[in-house]
């Protein structure tokens, strides 16, 4: 599980893992379907998560399903989808679009 990089929450301490949950397939209500920010205590528990990613399931139904997170080298974050067989970068500052 990746380590949260200091520069996505320069506010926060580093202490804490990026987990992509892919999300429930036989629930009524649909759970999970996103990417969450676990802080840890220094004794390893949990401390907290939160929301990182959301918006991957509309009215109850699944439009992304993100399955795995890894970190790359320049402090990026990439997250798999495969609902849509996409590949997303993050990066923390001034919001941009990938060009087509």
């Known amino acids: 599980m990746p380590r949260i990089h200091p520069a996505y929450r320069p506010d926060r ?3 804490g893992r990026i987990l ?13 379907g996103d990417v969450v ?9 949990v401390k907290s998560i939160e929301p990182f990613i959301t ?3 509309e009215n109850n139904n699944y439009i992304g399903r993100p399955v795995d997170v890894e970190l ?3 402090g990026s974050l990439l997250v798999s989808d495969d609902f849509n067989g996409a ?7 001034k919001a ?3 060009g087509r």
Do not use: E
């Open 55 to 57: 918006g991957f399931i």
């Open 13 to 15: 301490p580093a202490l």
């Open 87 to 93: 590949i997303y970068r993050v990066t923390y500052g």
């Open 37 to 45: 920010a676990i802080f840890l205590n220094k004794d390893g528990t």
């Open 20 to 32: 992509a949950r892919r999300g429930s397939w036989n629930r009524t209500n649909k759970f999970g």
């Open 96 to 98: 941009r679009v990938a």
């Open 72 to 74: 790359m080298a320049d």
